[in-house]
């Protein structure tokens, strides 16, 4: 059974584009502001990153997904929709004038080969952007959207259910800990690059 999971939010940071976008494009770095990550590793040979992510289920077993991650850093030129669509969404000014920067998290076409030898380890997809623009007061807003996806084997009694309803269940459970892992994540960015009030805003979170 495939679950997905989403999450987004809006943040300020009260740095310039160029100190922001240096910060976001340590990828290490800003993977462990996550809570639910565990590890991640730079795979050198394929140029990739690998995850290490673990939740507990309702009854505390762990659930453990691993990810394999490739980074690719874009700029958006001034009058491009990406940048327009960006700034539409932000509660502050945005110098469309001048351009932004995209930072894409995608799933990796090569990966190593790995096995598992226990039965609640999965290896997910996932897809995250994040849009950083320059504001007319000279901070930063941040764009921050991510999904993943898990392919999970349903053992008993979990198979006797459903599976639509289980899978409805699932992503509501996910996404709900993807939202609270994202705002602290970001949070956690924030405090480090010495913002004053943080201002995260998810005005489209999950329900």
Known sequence: MEVVGKSKALIVLESCLHESSTYFSNHEKILRC????????YIHDLDIFQWTFEVDDPKNNPIIGIFFVKQIEEHLPTGSNSLLSCAEKSRNGINTNLPGKRI???????????????????????HSEI??????????????????????????????MPEN???????????????????????????DICCSVPEISVGERQK
Request: with cysteine.
């Open 104 to 126: 894409r998290w995608v799933n990796a076409d090569t990966i190593p080969d790995i096995s598992f030898d226990n039965n609640y380890t999965f290896i997910g997809r996932t």
């Open 34 to 41: 996550n809570p639910y990550c565990k590890n991640v590793s």
């Open 131 to 160: 849009h950083l623009l320059h504001q007319t007061d000279d901070r930063t807003a941040v764009d921050f959207e991510t999904y993943i996806s898990l392919d999970f084997t349903l053992s008993f009694p979990l198979n006797l």
């Open 165 to 191: 309803i289980l899978k409805f269940m699932t992503e509501k459970i996910m996404s709900k800990i993807m939202q609270q892992a994202t705002e602290s994540m970001l949070c956690q960015v924030q405090s």
